[in-house]
């Protein structure tokens, strides 16, 4: 591939050989000079001629500098060609296939393309000339010397040629899981607080352990692999020294003189074995770098499945997976306790075959919710002790006469304290809260007041340091309680696929069709879903809206079987209207208890409870309630033109 790219006219590369050449003589002379200025000046004593040899030397050393500063600029004229190419290239197949990785192949790639063909070609060139130079001087010096040096010479680059190919199909597998390792983490650091209110960290950790191995795989095998390259740096430009030493009484009775024998340990010592150096290194590493990279930049010329690195088990191979929405796991194949109706509460039906095993309807006239007798009345400011009713009911199975139980409420906190650091001010300070199934509570408050905060403690995500959470009895966090609640956050999870995988990725099972649109049509996804050819049709997440996208995940999960919803401005790129349809849907599930942070006093005016937060002070009651009585609830309905009811 290299070779189809480095198509350059005979006299660049005619200058570049008359350049070396200099290198060439300078190596020649390093140890040739050094040879005659101990036979023929010092050792015979004339100190005379022994400096004018070295002198000689000296200029060899300033000839091959002038000829490597000449080389650079002939390399330029080599590679930069070769960039030219790889530019127009790559903007052309980013404008012919609109390839969104265009701008990172013209901004780094070609760059690493060039650098790197830039280093091979030095660092072959010079090994050449400078073994060219070496041998040559060896042979002028004494014949004897050559096989020494040039034996183990040979063996050493035949085993780091045997080396590169496998070395290259290593370094490129590790590059690969490298960059899907990376890309992995990219995908999922985003979406870290859905999958965590997905249940799915389990999926996650196994992914990304999958490829965390894979790296660790490839890596092992590159560094046994790389002992053989170390092993023909050795024996190619170390063991000729110790054969020169070993040696060397055979070759001075041979008729190798002294200065010869010292001029072959410079030969060795101070160019074979730095040329070779570099060659093994710069070709062994850099040759497989610009494989990898004229890979990426020439498509047309990788086999097929090896353009990309494989896609993920359970991720879509879609064209749009750089977006975090596109990377989280599928909640489908999380474990089973993340099933809702795995651990059903006292009193709700465990019948996996239920359209959504929830707890039972309210009868009319039920009480919801009662507030606490001890605790001060709305507006009080401090803090609501909002208590279910105690009345009993009966638990679900038992017949007629069974025995009764008081039923779980849907979301319960009891003292509940939580604070971002040791010293920090807590959000939540002893904090009693309690939602009964079937409630309907919102939370308000200014922005950044601990709202959000509020919702993640309710789902689990956040620990507190002082208190309980329990939903539906089962204490938060833990495996029951997560597969009984749904927290919807600001930011929708779309992946590729189909509308029916989306909007059934809750459920262990594919989702019946009637009861898929019927909940489109409850929740107000039914235009999307017809505009775009039905469930069967595909989702492209990137040509959504954010508020389209807010739209299938309310309906995703509507459609799951757990019973209580923590919208957490779930709703908040939708237009009023859209918003207060969907909020409707969802208080109107059988049995559903709902926990919306709200941010639209409308959407606050339809919960029959609301929980006003203001920082250490807490206030509880009804929109009407609230309105009378809480001074920052009727500073935060004042915008919205909301009358206090009569």
């Given amino acids: 591939m290299t070779g189809r790219l480095l198509r350059v006219r005979g006299t660049a590369l005619a200058r570049l050989a008359l350049w070396s050449l200099l290198e060439a003589g300078q190596t020649f002379l390093l140890g040739y000079a050094l040879a005659r200025a101990l036979d023929a000046g010092f050792l015979a004593g004339d100190a005379g001629t022994g400096l004018r040899w070295l002198a000689a030397g000296a200029l060899g050393v300033g000839a091959g500098a002038v000829g490597t500063r000449r080389v650079y600029g002939v390399v330029a004229d080599l590679v930069e060609p070769v960039r030219d190419r790889l530019v127009a290239g790559v903007v052309a197949r980013g404008v012919r296939e609109g390839d969104r990785a265009a701008l990172s192949g013209l901004t780094q790639q070609v760059e690493l393309a060039r650098d790197t063909l830039a280093g091979l070609v030095m660092v072959s060139r010079s090994f050449v000339f400078t073994a060219a130079g070496a041998l040559a001087g060896l042979c002028a010096l004494a014949p004897p010397l050559l096989p020494v040096v040039l034996a183990p010479l040979l063996t050493g680059l035949g085993l780091f040629a045997a080396t590169l190919r496998p070395l290259a199909r290593r370094q490129e597998a590790f590059l690969v899981a490298d960059e899907a390792l990376a890309a992995e983490l990219g995908e999922v650091c985003p979406g870290l607080r859905d999958v965590t209110a997905a249940g799915a960290e389990s999926r996650v950790a196994e992914r990304v352990g999958d490829r965390v191995d894979a790296e ?28 020169l030493l070993a040696t060397a009484p055979w070759l001075l009775a041979h008729g190798v003189t002294t200065g010869a024998l010292v001029g072959a340990l410079a030969y060795v010592s101070q160019s074979l074995l730095p040329a070779l150096q570099n060659l093994v290194h710069g070709l062994g590493t850099g040759g497989a770098r610009l494989t990898v990279v004229l890979r990426r930049l020439r498509p047309d010329t990788v086999p097929s499945g090896e353009a990309t690195a494989p896609a993920a088990p359970g991720t879509p191979a879609d064209p749009t997976r750089g977006h975090a929405h596109h990377a989280l796991p599928d909640p489908r ?17 465990a019948d996996p075959t239920a359209p ?75 904090l009693d809260l309690c939602v009964a199934e079937g409630g309907h509570l ?38 029951r309680a997560s597969a009984l609640r749904l927290l919807i956050p600001q930011e ?30 409850a929740v107000g996804l039914t235009a999307l879903l017809e505009r775009c050819g039905g469930p069967s049709a595909p989702v492209r997440p990137a040509e959504l809206s954010a508020g389209e996208r807010q739209l299938i995940a309310l309906t995703r999960a509507y459609l799951s079987r757990a019973p209580l919803a923590l919208l957490d401005e779930a709703t908040c790129h939708l237009d009023p209207a859209a918003e207060a349809r969907a909020e409707r849907a969802f208080a109107a599930r059988p049995g559903s208890a709902l926990v919306v942070v709200a941010h639209r006093i409308s959407s606050a005016a339809r919960a029959e409870r609301i929980l006003v ?21 009727q500073d935060l309905a004042a915008p919205a033109g909301q009358p206090a009811p009569r």
Wanted: aromatic share 4%; with cysteine; net charge positive.
């Fill in 613 to 633: 937060m203001d920082g250490p002070r807490t206030t509880y009651g009804s929109h009407a309630e609230l309105l009378r009585g809480c001074a920052l609830y």
């Fill in 442 to 479: 919102a939370v308000v408050g200014p922005s950044g007041i601990g709202k959000s905060t509020l919702a993640s403690v309710a789902a689990g995500l956040l620990v507190p340091s002082r208190g309980e959470v329990r939903v539906y009895g089962h204490p938060v966090p833990g495996a």
């Fill in 216 to 243: 660790f795989r490839a890596a092992r095998s590159l560094a046994r692999w790389s002992v053989l390259r170390v092993a023909a740096l050795a024996v190619g430009g170390q063991l000729p020294l110790v054969l």
């Fill in 356 to 430: 959504h095993a929830l707890p039972r309807p309210r009868t009319p006239g039920e009480p919801r919710e009662a507030v606490d007798a001890t605790a001060p009345g709305p507006g009080a400011g401090a803090l609501a002790g909002v208590r279910a009713a105690s009345e009993d009911r009966p638990a679900a199975g038992a017949g007629p006469g069974g025995p009764a139980r008081v039923a779980a409420p849907a979301l319960a906190l009891a003292g509940v304290t939580f604070a971002y650091g040791p010293a920090s001010t807590p959000v939540l300070d002893g």
């Fill in 492 to 521: 929708a999870y779309v992946h590729s696929g189909t509308f029916a995988e989306n909007l059934g990725m809750l459920r262990p099972d594919p989702v019946p069709e009637p009861e898929l649109l019927a909940a489109a049509a």
């Fill in 333 to 349: 194949r999380t474990a089973e306790p993340h099933r809702p109706t795995a651990s059903a509460p006292p009193g709700h039906p």
